[in-house]
């Protein structure tokens, strides 16, 4: 994919005539698109050449003095600076193409506004019963086994009271918490009472499982909590099943993998809330926060090791509770709360392109509001796409608000996570509030749908939802 068509400059945003590297709000999705699945073969000449990866977006002129264009290029082909090509023999193989211009200017272009549509339904509620003997129960978390979908939550402070107050008035305190299971083997239609565990003794919150294909096991982790603050004493556990969730091997503490992740007093890494994966390589990718931002740890060996990554500026990136959808080839998209950024608001979005090992500064989703000022709890899923020149469309939920955790809302982005144009709206004026995703198969239709599950305290409620609405590019 050498040479092709020069792009002087664009006609609105920004405009290039000279070497450019990408503007920061725009630099992550242009090189996801770089190392995405449509540019895999020029990818591949790439590497047969010697080139590095992951590419690199750069306005810059080509082998032997071709014009300037935006294209993707290795790293190993770029100056010390990295904003610049050098014109070398062994530098002749990169990819040039047009896309990577219309990216940059629905990036720098004004919002438009998106597409939506609002939907009345009938969801299933979940837990029924149990969230009465529980009080309320919260954060879902969801994973898909070859048997089964395990729903995980926090039963908050199971059957008790303290000094008079009932479950709502502990905040984040997770002391009297314990972690409960429930499963549906019919695709989410329904969840099966007899499944239902109490998976943990009290005081242990914050329940993430990760279904491992490679050994045919589902990596639970959590933390136990000694105190009211949940980013002081607390301890990171990891549980595995190779029963699809029905019995559970013994608790490993597994605290030290997150030394690096801590930040001072007060800021040690709590795992909360929000989407964990398995990447097409096989990498379980994990992440959590503290008061001071954000840290992703990750897995090789199907958790028997673990390594936390690193953003730009170090080990924590800017922001709060985030989930993670992988993009293919190496591309990972993690969406958060934007409270603690200039744009608070507005969700922020980051980017990996090494399987989640670095990441890209936080930038501001722009059509992704906040339903209040303190934000929520998102979820976030990739639908691969079925033909492999397109990219995946992302699915990104959470309430819309205004004001408080009402009405829930599924964005639809088909550029990467770069722009959200289109949604559907879950029941307008309802209450919603933390939620999850994941993919689950429709025989009757050619997309998937999804399965959605959200907080309607004091339980939980779910609903599949069809996709249909967002078609391919």
Request: aromatic content about 8%; overall charge negative.
């Given at each position: 994919m050498r040479g092709g068509v020069c792009f002087m400059g664009l006609s609105v945003g920004f405009l290039v005539t000279t070497a450019?590297?990408?503007p920061p709000q725009c630099a992550g999705v242009l090189n996801g698109y770089c190392n995405g699945a449509a540019l895999s073969s020029c990818i591949g000449k790439i590497k047969a050449e010697g080139g590095k990866i992951p590419l690199v977006a750069l306005y810059d002129g080509g082998y032997n003095e071709q014009?300037?264009?935006?294209r993707c290029y290795s790293p190993t082909c770029l100056d010390s600076t990295g904003t610049k090509y050098m014109n070398a023999s062994h530098c002749r193989e990169y990819c040039t193409t047009s896309a990577l211009a219309k990216i940059l200017q629905n990036c720098t272009d004004p919002v438009k506004p998106p597409t939506g549509r609002v939907i009345r339904v009938e969801p299933t509620d979940v837990w029924r019963n149990l969230a009465t003997w529980c009080g309320q129960i919260r954060t879902p978390e969801l994973t898909i086994t070859p048997s089964r979908i395990l729903?995980?939550?926090?039963c908050r402070n199971g059957n008790v009271t303290r000094n008079g107050h009932d479950s709502e008035s502990f905040g984040d305190d997770m002391r009297p918490d314990r972690l409960v299971l429930?499963?549906?083997t019919d695709g989410g239609q329904t969840w099966d009472p007899d499944s239902i565990q109490v998976i943990s003794d009290r005081g242990c919150s914050v329940g993430v499982a990760q279904y491992d294909a490679l050994r045919k096991q589902v990596i639970l982790q959590y933390q136990a909590f000694t105190l009211s603050d949940p980013y002081h004493g607390n301890t990171l556990y990891q549980q595995i099943s190779s029963d699809d969730g029905a019995t559970w091997s013994w608790p490993r503490n597994i605290t030290s993998v997150l030394t690096q992740c801590n930040s001072g007093p007060g800021g040690q890494v709590c795992g909360a809330a929000g989407s964990r994966l398995q990447t097409v390589s096989g990498r379980v990718v994990f992440a959590g926060h503290n008061a001071a931002g954000v840290c992703v740890w990750y897995s090789d060996d199907s958790g028997d090791t673990w390594k936390t990554t690193a953003g730009p500026e170090g080990l924590l990136l800017t922001?709060?509770?985030v989930?993670?959808?992988?993009?293919?080839?190496?591309s990972l998209y993690m969406n958060g709360r934007g409270t603690s950024f200039p744009f608070a608001g507005h969700r922020a979005s980051y980017w990996s392109h090494d399987d989640g090992a670095t990441w890209t500064d936080g930038v501001e989703a722009r059509n992704l509001v906040e339903p209040n000022s303190f934000g929520c709890d998102g979820a976030v899923i990739a639908v691969p796409p079925q033909h492999t020149s397109t990219p995946s469309r992302l699915f990104f939920s959470e309430p819309?608000?205004?004001?408080?955790r009402i009405s829930l809302r599924v964005w639809c982005s088909r550029d990467s996570g770069m722009t959200w144009d289109r949604y559907t709206e879950i029941n307008t004026g309802n209450a919603a509030g933390y939620s999850a995703m994941v993919q689950v198969e429709n025989t009757t239709s050619g997309n998937p749908d999804l399965l959605v599950v959200w907080e309607d305290r004091?339980?939980?409620?779910?609903?599949?939802?069809?996709?249909?609405?967002?078609p391919e590019l």
């Amino acid at each position: 994919m050498r040479g092709g068509v020069c792009f002087m400059g664009l006609s609105v945003g920004f405009l290039v005539t000279t070497a450019t590297t990408p503007p920061p709000q725009c630099a992550g999705v242009l090189n996801g698109y770089c190392n995405g699945a449509a540019l895999s073969s020029c990818i591949g000449k790439i590497k047969a050449e010697g080139g590095k990866i992951p590419l690199v977006a750069l306005y810059d002129g080509g082998y032997n003095e071709q014009k300037n264009a935006w294209r993707c290029y290795s790293p190993t082909c770029l100056d010390s600076t990295g904003t610049k090509y050098m014109n070398a023999s062994h530098c002749r193989e990169y990819c040039t193409t047009s896309a990577l211009a219309k990216i940059l200017q629905n990036c720098t272009d004004p919002v438009k506004p998106p597409t939506g549509r609002v939907i009345r339904v009938e969801p299933t509620d979940v837990w029924r019963n149990l969230a009465t003997w529980c009080g309320q129960i919260r954060t879902p978390e969801l994973t898909i086994t070859p048997s089964r979908i395990l729903l995980i939550g926090q039963c908050r402070n199971g059957n008790v009271t303290r000094n008079g107050h009932d479950s709502e008035s502990f905040g984040d305190d997770m002391r009297p918490d314990r972690l409960v299971l429930i499963a549906s083997t019919d695709g989410g239609q329904t969840w099966d009472p007899d499944s239902i565990q109490v998976i943990s003794d009290r005081g242990c919150s914050v329940g993430v499982a990760q279904y491992d294909a490679l050994r045919k096991q589902v990596i639970l982790q959590y933390q136990a909590f000694t105190l009211s603050d949940p980013y002081h004493g607390n301890t990171l556990y990891q549980q595995i099943s190779s029963d699809d969730g029905a019995t559970w091997s013994w608790p490993r503490n597994i605290t030290s993998v997150l030394t690096q992740c801590n930040s001072g007093p007060g800021g040690q890494v709590c795992g909360a809330a929000g989407s964990r994966l398995q990447t097409v390589s096989g990498r379980v990718v994990f992440a959590g926060h503290n008061a001071a931002g954000v840290c992703v740890w990750y897995s090789d060996d199907s958790g028997d090791t673990w390594k936390t990554t690193a953003g730009p500026e170090g080990l924590l990136l800017t922001g709060n509770e985030v989930s993670i959808a992988d993009l293919g080839n190496g591309s990972l998209y993690m969406n958060g709360r934007g409270t603690s950024f200039p744009f608070a608001g507005h969700r922020a979005s980051y980017w990996s392109h090494d399987d989640g090992a670095t990441w890209t500064d936080g930038v501001e989703a722009r059509n992704l509001v906040e339903p209040n000022s303190f934000g929520c709890d998102g979820a976030v899923i990739a639908v691969p796409p079925q033909h492999t020149s397109t990219p995946s469309r992302l699915f990104f939920s959470e309430p819309a608000g205004p004001g408080s955790r009402i009405s829930l809302r599924v964005w639809c982005s088909r550029d990467s996570g770069m722009t959200w144009d289109r949604y559907t709206e879950i029941n307008t004026g309802n209450a919603a509030g933390y939620s999850a995703m994941v993919q689950v198969e429709n025989t009757t239709s050619g997309n998937p749908d999804l399965l959605v599950v959200w907080e309607d305290r004091p339980t939980m409620l779910s609903y599949r939802l069809s996709i249909d609405w967002c078609p391919e590019l």
